[in-house]
């Protein structure tokens, strides 16, 4: 699926199933630098973490089109005591860490589909 913010295309592949969900961008790595993972969720607050996860990522919350939080360069943890990263919204988006920043995308940007 293809998306943008701030005019920035992103090829994302779209998740929305529990098991796809949970098991998000574990032991796999983005093909190309403007790839991401889109999650489809449900309306409310929502906690990802990086457990076997192999690259930093960003992870954008969006609530209505409306990034409302963005957690910049999460690194990868191999432990059950990974660090948790929270917020509200309908889709998450994870991206290689440092996209954000190197493309000046901010909380309060819009992500069209």
Request: aromatic share 8%; charged share 25%.
């Amino acid at each position: 699926m293809q998306i943008s913010i701030n005019d920035i295309k992103i090829s994302t592949e779209f998740v929305h199933s529990p098991e796809k969900i949970s098991k998000g961008m574990m032991g796999r790595r983005f093909k190309k630098p403007n790839d991401g993972m889109l999650f489809g969720m449900g309306n409310g607050k929502h906690s990802f973490w990086m457990k076997n996860c192999v690259q930093d990522l960003d992870i954008l919350f969006i609530k209505d089109g409306i990034i409302n939080k963005i957690y910049h360069n999460c690194p990868p943890c191999e432990t059950e005591d990974c660090k948790h990263y929270n917020g509200v919204g309908n889709f998450v988006l994870e991206l290689s860490g440092g996209f954000c920043k190197r493309h000046g995308i901010e909380e309060g940007d819009e992500l069209t589909m």
